[in-house]
C-alpha cells in the first residue's frame, strides 16, 4: 500500500531512539522528510545519517523538550527549512518515577513539563502550518494512563491527560480537517526500558514475569509494529480517522492476562 507520505514533512520529538527512531525511519522509507527533535544533538545526528544513508531526508534539531523556548525553535527551524509542517508525532517522554510517596511537589512539575507540557507546546506552536496543510498529530501515550503503575504520578498524570487531550484537540481541530489520534505501547524493548528494567534488583526475572503476562503471543512489541500504527495513522489513509486512542499492545491493557 502507498501511505501518501511522500515530501510530507514530519516532525518527531524524541525521534533518535527507540520508539521515535523507528517512526523516523519508517516515514523516511515511505518517502516522508523527517524532523528529529531530541535533546541529544549526538543522538539525533546519528539517527538522521543512517537515514540519509539509507537514501531519505532528515533534519536534527537539538531541543529540550520541557523548555518552551526549545519546542518554539523546533517549529521555526523546521519551517526555515522545509517551508511547512504535515505531522506531528508527539513520543519523547519518560517514566521519571516520581511517586505520590516518594516525589515532591517541585519533581511533580517537572515531571509534567518533561512529559506533557511539550506535547501542547509543540501542537500550539505548529498549528497555523498544520492548518494550511490540513496536516495531523499523533501522540504516544502508555497504558500507565488506564491501569496505573505505582510510584510515577508525574508519567501517570501527564499521560492520561494526552489521552482527554485526544478527544479535546480533536474535537477543537474539526473545523480545519485536522485529525488527532494516539498510539498505547505498553512493553517495548527500547533504550528507555532497557534502563528501567535494569534499575530493579532482579532484572531477567522481572522481564520474564512481565513478558509471560502479555496475552498475544507472550512477548513484548516491536518499536517496528508501534511505528505501523503511528505511521498509517499520520498517513492520508486514515483520513477519516480522528479522536482515537489506539493500544498496540499485545492485548496487555485490555484482554484477561490471567488466562495462559
Ligand atoms: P527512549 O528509548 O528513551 O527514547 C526517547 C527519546 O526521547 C530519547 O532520545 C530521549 O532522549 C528523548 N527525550 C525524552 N524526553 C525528552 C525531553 N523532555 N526533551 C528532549 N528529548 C527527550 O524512549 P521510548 O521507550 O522509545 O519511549 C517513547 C515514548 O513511548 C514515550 O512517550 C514513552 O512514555 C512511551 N512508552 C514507551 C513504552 C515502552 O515500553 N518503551 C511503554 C509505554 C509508553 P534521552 O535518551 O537523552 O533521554
Not at 241 to 252: A, E, F, L, S
Request: hydrophobic share 40%; with cysteine; net charge neutral.
Amino acid at each position: 500500500m502507498d501511505l501518501g507520505l511522500q515530501e510530507k514533512v514530519i516532525i518527531v520529538t524524541g525521534g533518535a531512539k527507540g520508539i521515535g527512531e523507528a517512526i523516523s525511519k519508517l516515514v523516511a522509507a515511505e518517502g516522508g522528510i523527517v524532523v528529529i527533535a531530541g535533546r541529544s544533538t549526538a543522538d539525533n545526528e546519528k539517527t538522521v545519517s543512517d537515514i540519509i544513508a539509507a537514501g531519505g531526508k532528515a533534519l536534527a534539531v537539538t531541543a529540550e523538550l520541557g523548555l518552551v523556548d526549545d519546542c518554539r525553535k523546533v517549529i521555526t527551524e523546521t519551517v526555515a527549512k522545509y517551508g511547512k509542517i504535515d505531522g506531528l508525532v508527539n513520543n519523547a517522554g519518560a517514566n521519571d518515577g516520581v511517586g505520590l510517596e516518594n516525589g515532591s511537589p517541585e519533581r511533580f512539575m517537572q515531571s509534567l513539563q518533561n512529559n506533557l507540557s511539550h506535547y501542547y507546546n509543540l501542537a500550539h506552536f505548529a498549528l497555523p502550518y498544520l492548518k494550511a496543510t490540513k496536516g495531523n498529530i499523533v501522540n504516544i501515550g502508555s497504558k500507565v494512563a488506564t491501569t496505573g503503575q505505582g510510584n510515577t504520578s508525574g508519567y501517570a498524570a501527564s499521560k492520561g491527560a494526552i489521552n482527554a487531550l485526544t478527544r479535546e484537540w480533536a474535537v477543537e481541530m474539526l473545523p480545519y480537517s485536522i485529525r488527532i489520534n494516539t498510539v498505547i505501547p505498553a512493553e517495548v524493548w527500547t533504550p528507555l526500558y532497557e534502563t528501567w528494567i535494569n534499575s530493579l534488583p532482579n532484572p531477567q526475572e522481572k522481564l520474564a514475569s512481565i513478558t509471560a503476562k502479555i496475552p498475544f503471543e507472550r512477548r513484548m512489541t516491536t518499536s517496528a509494529e508501534i511505528a505501523n500504527t503511528t505511521v498509517f495513522l499520520l498517513s492520508p489513509r486514515s483520513s477519516h480517522t480522528t479522536g482515537q486512542i489506539v493500544y498496540v499492545d499485545g492485548g496487555y491493557t485490555h484482554l484477561d492476562r490471567s488466562i495462559s
